[in-house]
């Protein structure tokens, strides 16, 4: 059957070509750096005439944005899904550290823009994903702190500062590993887990 060629069929295609934009924009900005990167370069790499890519992105701006958006709103939900499937909390927790290690290490392209080009973000675009990034460490917060309460464990440092250690571990992979290397992405997370849990009793 041929595709219907109506309203609802060309959003579809402009939604496929933003997505290619914001690929081609994610690969320029993790190879180049967001400040060097234009828009030519973006349109080169999707194969688009730079004012094709304005049709579609008003800004080379609006492209960080949306990849900082995508990157905190997947990883909120797959804490979230994470959590209602637990077990119990130690396994929340285990499964969130090893999810974040795989995640990392799968979009190292990704982590090093979030990491690398928050400060090209000014502070009315950069607050909602701040409060992004706070609701992800608060699910992470909140299931050690249940963890905690229900074993009546303590902790060598305060209850922050664990998740922020345990969360920097996780992120920092994407700076040293090796997709060449002899680990899969969710077997390096299941030994930094292991490294990070007996912390929690």
Request: with cysteine; charged share 25%; glycine share 8%.
């Amino acid at each position: 059957m041929a595709a219907r060629d109506d309203g609802l069929a060309g959003g579809t295609r402009a939604d496929e070509k933003r997505r290619r934009i914001q690929d081609a924009a994610v690969e320029v900005f993790s190879r180049r750096g967001y400040r060097a990167a234009s828009m030519n370069d973006i349109a080169d790499g999707v194969g688009l005439s730079k004012p094709a890519i304005y049709h579609y992105w008003r800004t080379k701006q609006d492209l960080l944005v949306a990849v900082y958006e995508e990157v905190l709103d997947e990883s909120l939900r797959g804490a979230r899904d994470i959590v209602a499937a637990a077990p119990s909390p130690l396994e929340a927790v285990r499964g969130l550290i090893v999810e974040r290690v795989a995640y990392t290490c799968e979009h190292q392209d990704l982590l090093k823009i979030c990491f690398e080009e928050e400060s090209e973000l000014p502070g009315a675009l950069a607050e909602p994903i701040l409060e992004r990034r706070r609701a992800y460490e608060a699910v992470v917060l909140g299931v050690v702190e249940e963890h905690l309460a229900a074993t009546g464990h303590r902790l060598p440092m305060a209850t922050k500062a664990f998740v922020n250690t345990c969360l920097g571990a996780a992120n920092w992979v994407y700076k040293w590993y090796d997709p060449a290397g002899p680990l899969a992405p969710r077997e390096l997370g299941e030994q930094v887990a292991a490294v990070l849990l007996p912390a929690l009793g």
